[in-house]
């Protein structure tokens, strides 16, 4: 399963992991429409190919490996893959 953004995007939403992705699997980007429904950004977990390159740069420490993701953020695996879903 592939990586997650959790709670502390909400509020930063900065988009620098969206330039960091290869595979450009984290949505809504700056220049979707929908970029300013969200409040935070979310992976394709089809599409994420579990490289990690997002991790480093998020100034709030926001995306996880799935196996890392804290408890009591769990239920943001479901919200991230509910975006390519709905
Ligand atoms: S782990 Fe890699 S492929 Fe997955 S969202 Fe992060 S940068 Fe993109
Ligand atoms: S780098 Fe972190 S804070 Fe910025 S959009 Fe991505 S997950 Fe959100």
């Known amino acids: 399963m592939a990586y997650v ?3 502390p995007c909400i509020g930063t939403k900065d988009t620098a992991c969206v330039d960091a992705c290869p595979v450009d699997c984290i949505h809504p980007r700056k220049d979707e429409s929908n970029f300013n ?7 394709d977990p089809v599409e994420c190919i579990d490289c990690g390159a997002c991790v480093p740069v998020c100034p709030v420490s926001a995306i996880f490996a799935l196996d890392d993701l804290p408890e009591k953020w769990s ?3 479901q919200r991230n893959a509910d975006f390519y879903t709905r």
């Open 75 to 77: 239920h943001f695996a």
């Open 5 to 7: 953004i959790a709670e």
């Open 37 to 43: 429904d969200e409040e935070l950004l979310f992976i």
